[in-house]
């Protein structure tokens, strides 16, 4: 079960590479306007320009050990108001109106931290107004969620899957006779089925939030992976899934036949 979720976690990777280029600012700022019109929004930010295996902050340590932070290829546009100001929730269903009525498809949903907040896709963009404390909203812009990330993640899931079973009977048929070479394989494998567990369920659980309650278009199946202590924890399931892939491809050997034997043969 482990190799298809890894399997779908690189499908649905897969599918969001043809998300294209992350939205430019100008464009951002024009979704700040249309949502809340007289509003003098802050200096956009640009997140990176991918949606990818690597930490929020990209560097030799990061990529060994993970980042906390991942933020996906976003533009974030920061607002002069939060939460505190618009307890009511008026000022958000206003915006969602304003970009429903511009053609958006915009939702308006509780976030987690008890405040109203809303999601909103047209033409392939994605909009996401969130709060970073009380007193500042931001909205961030970014691609959405491409066709193809739902059929590459289930045809990931299958064909890993698939691959996985294949494989493992052939090493059943390859080791028969062999027991330390079955055990040590078997442990290792199962050792690195454990080892990667946290990080596809941190991004299997991500993933299921964000669609239960539709409060973030880009949460990714990887997000465990970009993680400090789980990202080393998949890099050693790895290596061992390579060790034991290596032990179990090393022929038999032949004993040489004893003369009784040799004699019984002629």
Do not use: K
């Amino acid at each position: 079960m482990s190799a298809g979720l890894f399997g779908a976690v690189f499908g649905s990777w897969l599918g969001w590479q043809t998300a294209g280029p992350t939205t430019d600012t100008a464009a951002a700022r024009q979704v700040a306007a249309i949502a809340f019109p007289g509003v003098e929004a802050g200096e956009p930010t640009r997140n990176g320009d991918r949606h990818g295996f690597p930490p929020a902050v990209d560097g030799a340590w990061t990529m060994l050990v993970g980042g906390d932070g991942y933020v996906a290829g976003t533009v974030t546009v920061p607002l002069p108001f939060g939460p505190a100001s618009t307890s009511d929730g008026r000022l958000v269903s206003e915006a969602v109106d304003r970009l429903t009525a511009a053609g958006w498809d915009a939702e308006r949903f509780r976030a987690s931290g008890d405040y109203d907040a809303f999601t909103a896709t047209r033409d392939g963009v994605a909009v996401r107004l969130s709060a970073r404390d009380a007193t500042r909203f931001v909205i961030d812009v970014g691609r959405a969620r491409p066709w193809w990330v739902w059929p590459l993640a289930v045809t990931g899931f299958l064909v890993a899957l698939i691959t996985t079973l294949l494989a493992l009977r052939q090493l059943d048929a390859h080791t028969s006779g062999r027991a330390w070479v079955r055990v040590v394989t078997v442990s290792l494998l199962g050792a690195a089925a454990v080892l990667s567990l946290p990080a596809l369920a941190v991004g299997g659980l991500a993933t299921s939030h964000a669609a239960i309650t539709g409060g973030d278009p880009w949460a990714p199946p990887w997000l465990g992976f970009t993680m400090v202590g789980l990202r080393p924890m998949a890099w050693l399931a790895g290596l061992l899934t390579v060790t034991a892939t290596l032990i179990a491809a090393v022929p038999p050997t032949r004993t040489p036949a004893t003369a009784r034997e040799r004699a019984a043969r002629t």
